[in-house]
C-alpha cells in the first residue's frame, strides 16, 4: 500500500478531518484513491509533491477551510475551487501558475490567500479578483506585477499585503483605502514614489511593517528610509511631499531598468 493510500485509509478508520500528505512523492491526485469521497476534511497539506493538475472535483470536499498546495507544479487551477463554502486559507505558493481561473475572487470566506512565487501579473487576474472582502491577508511576492490595479482597494479588511521582489512601477493610491492594513511589503520594486495617501495608514506602530528597501526613491525618500518607516510617513504627509509627487506623475520619467533575471526561477520551468 502506497503511503498516501494509509494515510486515507487510517483517516476513514478514526473519521479524521485533517488530512497530511505533505512531501509523500505525489505527482497527481489521481494516487490518492477515496480523497475525494472524505467529505468531512476541514484541512488537506498536499505540500512539498508534484502535482500537476488540481481536479475540479476537489469541490466536492465542502468542508474544507485549509488548502495547502505548496511548493508543487500547478499551472493553473480549476474554477470550481471559488465555490469551496467554507475555505478560509489557500496556500498555491512555489507553483507555476500562469493565470487565475475565471470567476476566482468568489470565495465566500476565503481570509487568507498565498500566491508567492508563482507566475502572475496585473495582466492574469480575473474581473472579480478584488472583491473578495473577507481577505485578511494576500501574498503576492515573487511575481511579476509592474501595476498594482487601484481595486485593490475594495479589500477593505486586508491586514497585510505583500508585494515584494516584483517588479512593480508604480502602486494606486487607492492603497489608502485599507485602513485595517498593518503590514505592507514592498521589498525588491522598482518604484520611485508612493502615493501620499500611504502616509495616512497605520504603519508605523510595534506591532505594524512597512517595508520599502530595495527600490529606487527618489533622494528625499532614501533620506528617509535610513531614518525608519515612521519618517517616511511622515514625508508622505507633507505639503512638500504631495507636490513633488504630483509633478512626478505628471512628468511619466521611464522607470527604472528591470533588474531581476527571472528566467530561471523555479516556477518558469516546463
Known amino acids: 500500500m502506497s503511503r498516501a493510500k494509509k494515510v486515507i485509509e487510517e483517516a476513514k478508520e478514526i473519521n479524521n478531518p485533517e488530512i497530511d500528505l505533505v512531501d509523500k512523492g505525489l505527482s497527481s ?12 476534511i476541514t484541512r488537506l497539506s498536499l505540500s512539498h509533491n508534484k502535482i500537476q493538475v488540481v481536479p475540479a472535483v476537489l469541490a466536492n470536499l465542502i468542508n474544507l477551510e485549509i488548502l495547502n498546495f505548496a511548493n508543487n507544479h500547478i499551472q493553473e487551477l480549476p474554477g470550481s475551487l471559488s465555490s469551496l463554502p467554507k475555505l478560509r486559507i489557500l496556500n498555491v505558493s ?10 476566482f ?9 498565498d500566491l508567492t512565487y508563482n507566475n502572475l501579473s496585473e495582466k492574469n487576474l480575473p474581473g472579480n479578483f478584488f472583491i473578495m472582502d473577507s481577505l ?14 487601484p481595486e485593490i482597494g475594495n479589500l477593505k479588511n486586508l491586514q497585510i499585503l505583500s508585494m515584494r521582489e516584483n517588479d512593480l512601477i508604480e502602486v494606486p493610491r487607492e492603497l489608502g483605502n485599507l485602513t485595517r492594513l498593518r503590514e505592507l511589503h514592498l521589498q525588491g520594486n522598482r518604484l520611485v514614489v508612493l502615493p501620499p495617501e500611504i502616509g495616512s495608514l497605520d504603519l508605523a506602530s510595534n506591532k505594524s511593517a512597512l517595508r520599502i528597501e530595495g527600490n529606487f526613491w527618489i533622494p528625499p525618500i532614501e533620506d528617509q528610509l535610513k531614518l525608519g518607516p515612521s519618517h517616511v510617513l511622515d514625508y508622505l504627509r507633507s505639503e512638500t511631499y504631495k507636490v513633488l509627487y504630483s509633478r512626478q506623475m505628471s512628468a511619466k520619467p521611464p522607470p527604472p531598468p528591470q533588474t531581476l533575471d527571472k528566467s530561471k526561477k523555479a516556477s518558469r520551468a516546463a
Open 29 to 40: 491526485l489521481d494516487e490518492v484513491p477515496g480523497l475525494f469521497n472524505l467529505a468531512n
Open 105 to 113: 475572487g468568489s470565495f465566500p470566506v476565503l481570509e487568507i490567500l
Open 136 to 149: 485578511r491577508a494576500l501574498y503576492l511576492g515573487d511575481n511579476d506585477f509592474e501595476y498594482l490595479p
Open 94 to 103: 512555489l507553483n507555476r501558475l500562469n493565470s487565475l481561473p475565471r470567476g
